[in-house]
């Protein structure tokens, strides 16, 4: 959750964290020079979302996939987390990537580390991948 100002942004290197820049080394050319979002930007999506987000959303953002272009989905920035939790009319999911045809990606409220297809047409949740790495590495072309 939101830090006290003042306090020093430190992180440990999870397993996740690992992964996912293993993930992110590939084919650094196809990346984008638009600035990582800051921390108080993400601690805003989390005050406005009123849940905490998930780790390695952070983790996948400080170390810059959002300016990666070799995602089948486009992964969402903390605004747009914001501005897209509307569309799911449900506060048990963050929806955090577009397909581009209307339906988003989404982790659930809680422990459960699956990610989650949300269906514009039928406003159906169903499991996509058991957790961000294996989503990432199914839409990384």
């Known amino acids: 959750m939101p830090r006290e100002q003042g306090e020093s942004i430190s992180f440990v290197m999870t397993k996740a964290m690992h992964q996912i820049e293993s993930i992110l080394a590939k084919n650094e050319k196809y990346r984008l020079d638009d600035p990582v979002p800051t921390e108080n930007q993400i601690d805003q999506a989390e005050l406005h979302l009123k849940t905490e987000l998930k780790g390695w959303y952070r983790d996948f953002v400080r170390l810059g996939g959002l300016n990666d272009l070799r995602f089948s989905a486009e992964i969402l920035s903390p605004q747009e987390l914001v501005a897209n939790q509307s569309y ?15 339906d988003l990606f989404c982790w659930s409220v809680g422990e459960s580390p699956a ?24 839409n990384r072309f």
């Not at 009319?89 to 209307?102: E, I, M, T, W």
Request: net charge negative; aromatic share 18%.
């Open 88 to 102: 799911i009319n449900s506060r048990a999911y963050v929806a955090f990537a577009s397909n581009g045809c209307g």
């Open 115 to 138: 990610i989650f297809l949300w269906d514009h047409e039928t406003n159906q949740f169903t499991e996509h991948a058991p957790d961000f790495v294996t989503w990432l590495e199914r």
